[in-house]
């Protein structure tokens, strides 16, 4: 295929190699100066769209994601799909999908899982909204850069199912750190802890996959200092994201917003900022009951 993509940051960089290299010429836009092997560069987002067969776009928000609409759709040809794969509110995915689909165009909304080792890897799962034409035209190309897409529905619903979660990933993970630290004052082996935790009722993602506590299970984030497979930083915007979706949808998240509230604390007034989102153990572990 015929493939723009706009955005190559840490993850849009090596989603578009991995595409150039399965043989699909790809042309690419970025504000930033890249160089990405079998990937030509444009010089604007309206020159990487036209005469694509798909537009790809990884962007930051939703106010970013609206601007590049409006550069790329007037460009693109009637039938040709727009794929947005950022992770973005519902209300955005929603508006310029409606835009996209008054153009002609087949829209999707499909924000990732597997952060940059998933995306270097080819090994993402996308959860997808939109229509089925769509989904089916970009199909071959999710089966290159990931290993799973999930058809979640009608546009904006991709985004309902990664903010939803990643509200559970958010408050797993900082109750297994919370476990831990209380295992640490307890006397309670780190490892013992593990073992019996990762085979039975409380075994979850964020303990079995992707553990928090350096030298215990698989290789992780807390084996390499807490330098960010997936950051903190980034947990808290999809945090916020949930909490504004379960405002606008009339929903109760109380735990979601506990979460939201606990990595706001951790990214912005502690020392969470460019670390893991794993990186709440050795918070955990320096504070006492009565910390708060």
Same mark, same amino acid.
């Given at each position: 295929?015929?493939?723009?993509?706009?955005?190559?940051?840490?993850?849009?960089?090596?989603?578009?190699?991995?595409?150039?290299?399965?043989?699909?010429?790809?042309?690419?836009?970025?504000?930033?100066?890249?160089?990405?092997?079998?990937?030509?560069?444009?010089?604007?987002?309206?020159?990487?769209?036209?005469?694509?067969?798909?537009?790809?776009?990884?962007?930051?928000?939703?106010?970013?994601?609206?601007?590049?609409?409006?550069?790329?759709? !007037?460009?693109?040809?009637?039938?040709?799909?727009?794929?947005?794969?950022?992770?973005?509110?519902?209300?955005?995915?929603?508006?310029?999908?409606?835009?996209?689909?008054?153009?002609?165009?087949?829209?999707?909304?499909?924000?990732?899982?597997?952060?940059?080792?998933?995306?270097?890897?080819?090994?993402?799962?996308?959860?997808?909204?939109?229509?089925?034409?769509?989904?089916?035209?970009?199909?071959?190309?999710?089966?290159?850069?990931?290993?799973?897409?999930?058809?979640?529905?009608?546009?904006?619903?991709?985004?309902?199912?990664?903010?939803?979660?990643?509200?559970?990933?958010?408050?797993?993970?900082?109750?297994?750190?919370?476990?831990?630290?209380?295992?640490?004052?307890?006397?309670?082996?780190?490892?013992?802890?593990?073992?019996?935790?990762?085979?039975?009722?409380?075994?979850?993602?964020?303990?079995?996959?992707?553990? !928090?506590? !350096?030298?215990?299970?698989?290789?992780?984030?807390?084996?390499?200092?807490?330098?960010?497979?997936?950051?903190?930083?980034?947990?808290?915007?999809?945090?916020?994201?949930?909490?504004?979706?379960?405002?606008?949808?009339?929903?109760?998240?109380?735990?979601?917003?506990?979460?939201?509230?606990?990595?706001?604390?951790?990214?912005?007034?502690?020392?969470?900022?460019?670390?893991?989102?794993?990186?709440?153990?050795?918070?955990?572990?320096?504070?006492?009951?009565?910390?708060?």
């Amino acid at each position: 295929m015929k493939i723009g993509f706009i955005g190559l940051g840490n993850m849009g960089g090596p989603m578009a190699a991995n595409l150039a290299k399965a043989g699909h010429e790809v042309t690419g836009f970025d504000m930033a100066e890249v160089v990405i092997d079998s990937v030509a560069m444009a010089t604007s987002a309206e020159e990487a769209a036209t005469g694509r067969d798909v537009v790809i776009t990884m962007l930051p928000n939703g106010q970013i994601l609206r601007s590049v609409a409006n550069q790329v759709i !007037p460009v693109m040809a009637a039938g040709t799909v727009l794929l947005d794969c950022s992770t973005v509110d519902v209300e955005s995915a929603r508006a310029v999908a409606e835009q996209a689909q008054a153009a002609g165009l087949s829209a999707l909304d499909a924000p990732v899982s597997g952060g940059v080792g998933g995306a270097q890897g080819g090994t993402l799962t996308f959860m997808v909204g939109g229509d089925e034409a769509g989904f089916n035209t970009a199909k071959e190309l999710f089966d290159v850069m990931g290993q799973k897409a999930v058809h979640c529905g009608p546009s904006g619903n991709g985004q309902a199912a990664k903010i939803c979660n990643n509200m559970i990933l958010g408050a797993t993970m900082i109750v297994t750190c919370e476990a831990f630290a209380l295992a640490d004052k307890l006397g309670l082996d780190r490892q013992a802890m593990f073992d019996v935790v990762s085979t039975s009722s409380g075994y979850s993602w964020s303990m079995n996959a992707y553990c !928090p506590a !350096p030298g215990v299970g698989p290789q992780s984030p807390a084996d390499n200092n807490y330098q960010p497979g997936f950051a903190a930083d980034l947990m808290l915007k999809d945090l916020r994201l949930a909490v504004q979706a379960a405002e606008a949808a009339d929903a109760d998240t109380p735990l979601g917003k506990a979460a939201r509230d606990l990595y706001a604390q951790f990214v912005e007034n502690e020392d969470g900022k460019g670390r893991d989102f794993s990186a709440m153990l050795p918070r955990f572990e320096k504070r006492g009951h009565t910390a708060g």
